[in-house]
């Protein structure tokens, strides 16, 4: 691979695909009136209930600062509340509302009908095996 190359170069064709998929997702999502930021995070909350903040940037893959501000605004419309942890009253996590939950739901069917789209255009089996070896390379590199 020739170095000055940037375009054969895995990490950028990652992003590249990253991007991608995201404005995809993007365009079907704001049809339920969510971002792809705020849809992983009301996702990540429905999955698992209650995560203290540092552990919920984890799982959406968003720095904590811009996370804060993401949850703030979720807040503010009452998709979201954050509550004190009852095992440590240090901690505060965050727990779906009922109107996120209604929200989710809505915007799930439209993230779930841009996956089968993606599908499709790949196949079920390379579908598979592309998100097989997303995940080892993920593993991978951590």
């Known amino acids: 691979m020739p170095a ?18 995201n404005r995809d997702l993007s365009v079907a ?4 009136g969510i971002t792809v930021e705020q849809w992983r995070i009301l996702s990540a909350l429905a999955e ?8 919920l940037a984890e799982t959406v893959l968003m720095p904590h600062p ?3 501000k993401a949850v703030d605004r979720l807040v503010d419309s009452a998709l979201v509340y954050r509550h ?3 095992a440590d009253r240090r ?6 509302s009922d109107q996120g939950t ?3 739901d809505r ?16 196949g079920p089996e390379r579908t598979e095996r592309l998100m097989h070896d997303l995940v080892a390379l993920v593993r991978m590199i951590e």
């Open 107 to 122: 915007a799930k069917r439209r993230a779930v009908s841009q996956h089968r789209a993606m599908e499709r255009a790949l």
């Open 91 to 96: 901690r505060v996590v965050v727990y779906l």
């Open 84 to 86: 004190q942890d009852p």
């Open 4 to 21: 000055s190359d940037l375009r054969t170069h895995l990490a950028y064709a990652l992003s590249a695909a990253e991007r991608a998929a």
């Open 29 to 32: 999502l704001a049809e339920a």
């Open 48 to 55: 698992n209930p209650g995560q203290p903040m540092g552990e």
């Open 66 to 68: 811009t996370l804060t």
């Open 102 to 104: 209604a929200l989710l």
